[in-house]
């Protein structure tokens, strides 16, 4: 969750500025890989998360269970989820909702 706040952060309007003479950002989107992490936030902050953050993956190890958490219908997952089984293939690969 620390690290999807964080990216969340510095892919914020208020830090990808463009200079003064209308150039690229000066900070790139960053590319985040999260391991079994919860479900952070509801669906118009994944909306947000996932128009400013868009190369996030979760990776979910199967029978984890925390990345089932908080048991709520309200609560989201950010980025696209890459589920692996038992010998760590990957098995299914969700496209971002």
Do not use: H
Not at 24 to 52: D, K, M, Q
Not at 53 to 67: E, G, M, Q
Not at 77 to 82: D, H, M, T
């Amino acid at each position: 969750a620390v690290a999807n706040c964080c990216a969340l952060d510095i892919a914020s309007p208020a830090v990808k500025n463009e200079d003064l003479l209308g150039r690229e950002p000066l900070v790139p989107s960053p590319l985040v890989y999260t391991f079994g992490s919860p479900r952070l936030g509801n669906a118009a902050f994944r909306s947000v998360y996932n128009v400013l953050v868009p190369w996030t993956f979760r990776i979910v190890a199967s029978r984890d269970v925390v990345p089932t958490l908080p048991p709520s219908i309200s609560y989201r997952q950010l980025g696209r989820e890459v589920w692996l089984d038992d010998v760590g293939e990957t098995t299914f690969v969700m496209s971002w909702a």
